[in-house]
């Protein structure tokens, strides 16, 4: 078994291109990380820029509302429920979990290797755009527990991880029920709100330390807002105003990694980049 390596899940839709996004990541990983990366899909690739391509056909598909900006919208389906596997897919003994819109940009995640915890996730992140606040990424409701970001995750194969993992497999397929109980509003199953309430359960349903921060700060745009181009560590944004829905501020951000939310304008720039 390999020591160290990134996994990464990606299910196509009718629109959104993920393979691309992790081909992209791949090769960002291999330069700015010097790791191997894994990828757990359900397409036929044709691709030597990952390790192993692990096949995985989902379970369930939920419907999600896409934005491309504030002004455009459409629900496609989403299938995301291969994650709580990782610990059994990963072909590494420490795993980096990365979200395929995750533009690698900086060394920073190396760090996660080198640090002693086995149980890594961000639980804050910072909005690019600087003005809003969402309560959704502070808890999970509005009278719920703490929110976690699947979008980076780091693991060690330990037993106590093992336990999480099944844990959080759990909580997936008594979504219904766990959602009831944490009050979760909407009906797409997310990542984030299962790893927030698995690891609110492994602290004993109260706050703990099973989970420390990811070296770093997590920097995201919404899906409300436009990545305008990529070129090479340089990434151009259209980022929407405060109170002003539809118009957009150009940010330029250079050398530090972002989670873009928005899916089509990632696919447009990656196009173009």
């Known amino acids: 078994m390999t020591l160290q390596g990134i996994l990464v899940f990606a299910f196509n839709n009718s629109q959104i291109d993920y393979i691309s996004q992790a081909i992209n990541l791949a090769t960002r990983a291999k330069k700015f990380l010097n790791l191997p990366v894994s990828i757990v899909t359900d397409s036929s690739i044709d691709s030597d820029v990952f390790e192993h391509i692990i096949h995985y056909k989902p379970s369930f598909t939920t419907g999600k509302r896409y934005y491309d900006g504030a002004l455009s919208n459409k629900n496609l389906n989403f299938r995301n429920d291969a994650r709580t596997h990782a610990y059994d897919l990963t072909p590494y003994s420490e795993t980096l979990i990365l979200d395929t819109d995750f533009v690698i940009a900086d060394s920073v995640l190396s760090y996660c290797f080198e640090q002693s915890h086995d149980f890594l996730a961000y639980k804050n992140a910072t909005d690019l755009s600087g003005h809003r606040n969402y309560g959704e990424f502070q808890y999970v409701s509005d009278t719920g527990v703490d929110f976690y970001w699947a979008t980076v995750v780091f693991f ?13 497999n759990h909580v997936k397929e008594n979504w219904t029920h766990y959602k009831q109980v944490y009050r979760i509003e909407g009906s797409t199953y997310r990542n984030d709100h299962a790893f927030s309430i698995a690891i609110h359960i492994i602290n004993g349903f109260q706050k703990g330390d099973f989970a420390k921060s990811v070296p770093g700060n997590l920097l995201y745009t919404t899906d409300k807002d436009i990545l305008h181009s990529i070129e090479d560590n340089d990434f151009v944004f259209m980022l929407e105003k405060q109170r002003r829905k539809g118009e957009y501020t150009v940010v330029k951000t250079a050398n530090q990694s972002i989670h873009v939310m928005n899916k089509f304008s990632l696919d447009r720039a990656l196009k173009n980049e």
């Open 156 to 168: 060690r194969k330990t037993l106590l991880n093992k336990t999480f993992f099944d844990l959080l």
